[in-house]
């Protein structure tokens, strides 16, 4: 690379004059740190100005063009690029139009202001490369793009022959999956990209259910309800009570439409909020009015004993039990069923001889019995309420049993159905009409847990229903083919990174490893074939709130193909077509049509579902489109169901919200997935014999720092928020630790050696890894950046299969 292009690149303190690194790590801090600061961030207060998109400005040689995030955050932001000869100098956000609560502007967080850093980073991959070394070494030489397509097409051909399309696996990701066209979540028809209609055409794959962040939620909520649902955001302002339970929106949904700038809202229209974490967050810091420590894995015994002060003190709301709900008491159990086997009877210990009292929670949980009794007290008598569940108590084991719990405290007080009061699930966006990008279907019927790909590796032909299996009784093939595109799940998200690392290294068990990506991530060394992705901002293609889950409107931004990709970066559509045309797939896979003709396509659906929506000139101009709130629905989640139950019943046995699942029963394991939700105790917790040995809970929250691990290499982000572990002072103090100090982190699973901040922000006993760093082993194993996975275990939760990635025992010691 010649000086001046090293100069264009790295930008030498050129790139962004307008937020420069000293201001944006003081947006970074004010913004996490006090919501209540960032009013002028969050909900107005910049000066207005009349976006010049696609224009040139009076008197400057400069482009505005828009374009968005697409990454896992659960927001999907408005970015305008601001172009000078070909590079983009800085972006700004969104400041069109009117910023009200029922039609905000769609800000963009540090993360997404962060994208030059990613876009012009020095270590993006720039040509196709093969692996010369073992696997994981990341030891790769140029190759062409030729020779890189002819290798892969050819083993597609061979894998097929020798194994069939079960052998193929299109791992879970999510680094582009606010994206329509070039989406790499392959869970869903429509939502895998062109890599999912290749795929499909080619004769299909062994496809997965399930995600790294709310396996359990997602398997749960609609066998409960018959359908995932909640509250809309913008209902958030009706609650007089909010109880934000292992919620933290405040990081992880800070920017856009999303769910702290509504919480702010609700603060300001007098609601109180409550918030139940072992950590004092961020969210604690700037939105609580009380915060509750809680003991990680220990939620459920407290939704059991704020149950039992409901039904002691005679505060449970009978008659909404009965209309809508089954299974709580002995008269509303399902016909068929053993009446005794009722939650208010597990709940009262007629079950099993405890009481769920407070007193017996205050041990388990480390919560004051009088708090408890309190807190109940206030969730019955704070009309409306809303309880927000949080999904990193949810990746735990059992964590099936916290998602049905807190829905029963919901119904239990009568909350649900009406504006402030939610059913106790997290909140939903108002839909956004969209076309999608044809996919085809999937001749594979064989689906696995996301959770279980590495078992599938290297045992995939004795695996059936019993762990997960659907569609077939038993896999025809081990995994012999992956193609990970924009993830790094293959290693670096996925539980126990040794374990995952031993069976990916031997081409002997996956016999080849493509990766599409943009960087050399800790997964992208697992490659045989290394192939440069373009970033978002070098393509074209449409976001909408409907991805974002977050949004309190409706929203679609254009995402216009800001700058040209540099070095040999090429797309998936591209790619595809490539392998489509070696594969003699060309003509089914592209149908003739383009980029632009597939956005168009999609655009045109849009037009048909909303008359007022703009043509694709119009929109590609525009940048964003935001449905006009008459269109948004009531935003009350089930309402027809809570209206009239009788002729709008749920999707569920009973056609209520099962509170008794006959399905749970008749699976016969009542200890791990009983029929009613119940307190378990984790197969690894501080009572268990790994607690004797690793007596410190590790926990690994969601980083403002990052999205997952994308934005894990950027530098002022890690300035904002470096990767540090939390500990509190009593359990720093007795292993004579200090602040700043390196500490080792440690259990029969690996090891970690990092960065300490000492702090009474994380509750004492629980050890505070943020998630998604990238791993980074040093010769005798040990990670030095601080991934968690590390120290994770890859063992499934009973009923959904899914990741308990957040039950951790771990000792810690100075380095």
Known sequence: MCAAEKGRLHGNGKLNPVISRRSFLKWSAIAGGSIA??????????????????????????????????HNCGGRCLLKAHVKDGVIVRLSTDDQGPDTFEVPQVRACQRGRSQLKRLYHPDRLKYPMKRVGERGEGKFVRISWDEALDTIAQKMKEIKARYGNEAFYYVYASGTIGATLYNCYAEFPTCGGPLQRLLNLFGGYLNYYGNYSAAQYYYVVPMMFGALGGNSPKDL????????????????????????????????????????????????????????????????????????????????????????????????????????????????????????????AEPITRIPANRIRQLAREMARIKPMTILQGWGMQRRAYGEQIVRGIPVLAAMTGNGGKPGSGPGLDMISPPMPMGVYPTGNNPVKATISFFTFTDAIIRGTEMGPQDGVVGVERLSSNIKFIWNYAGNALINQHANTKRTHEILRDPNKVEFIVVHDLFMTPSARYADILLPDTHHFERND??????????????????????????ECRNMLDICTELARRLGLEKEFTEGKSEEDWLREMVNTARQKLPDFPDYEA??????????????????????????????????????????????????????????????????????QEGQ???????GHHYKHRVHSTFDNISWLEEAAPQVAFLNPLDAGARGIKDGDMVRIFNDRGEIIMPCRVTPRIMPGVVDIPQGAWFMPDVRGTDRRGCINTLTSHRVNPLAFGNAQNTIQVQVEKA
């Open 37 to 70: 600061l960032t009013g002028c961030n969050l909900t107005g207060g910049a000066n207005s100005k009349t976006a010049t998109n696609l224009a040139r400005t009076s008197g400057e040689k400069e482009l505005i063009v828009p374009t968005s995030c697409i």
């Open 237 to 360: 302002r009706h609650a007089r009570l909010i109880v934000l339970w292992g919620h933290n929106p405040v990081e992880t949904k800070l920017a856009g439409a999303g769910g702290a700038w509504y919480l702010q809202q609700a603060k300001k229209a007098g609601a109180k909020i409550i918030v139940i974490d072992p950590r004092y967050s961020d969210t604690v810091g700037s939105l609580a009015d009380e915060w509750i420590p809680i003991r990680p894995g220990t939620d459920m015994a407290l939704v059991s004993a704020i149950a039992y002060v409901l039904i002691e003190e005679g505060l449970y709301d009978q008659e909404f039990l009965n209309r809508y709900t089954v299974g709580f008491d002995e008269e509303h159990m399902p016909p068929g069923y053993p009446p005794q086997e009722c939650y208010k009877n597990y709940i009262l210990g007629k079950q099993d001889g405890q009481p769920k009292t407070p007193e017996w």
């Open 542 to 567: 449409i976001a909408t709130s409907t991805w974002a889950h977050i949004a309190g409107i409706g929203y679609a931004i254009f995402m216009n193909k800001v700058i040209e990709p540099p070095y």
């Open 619 to 688: 929109f590609k101009k525009m940048g964003i489109y935001k449905l006009s709130p008459d269109k948004e629905g009531t935003g009350i989640g089930f309402i027809d169901f809570y209206r009239d139950p009788e002729h709008h019943p749920l999707d569920t046995p009973s056609g209520k919200i099962q509170i008794f699942d006959p399905r749970m029963y008749d699976k016969g394991n009542p200890k791990e997935i009983p029929a009613v939700p119940k307190y378990i105790e984790e197969w690894e917790s501080p009572w268990s």
């Open 693 to 699: 040995k690793y007596p410190l809970q590790a926990i």
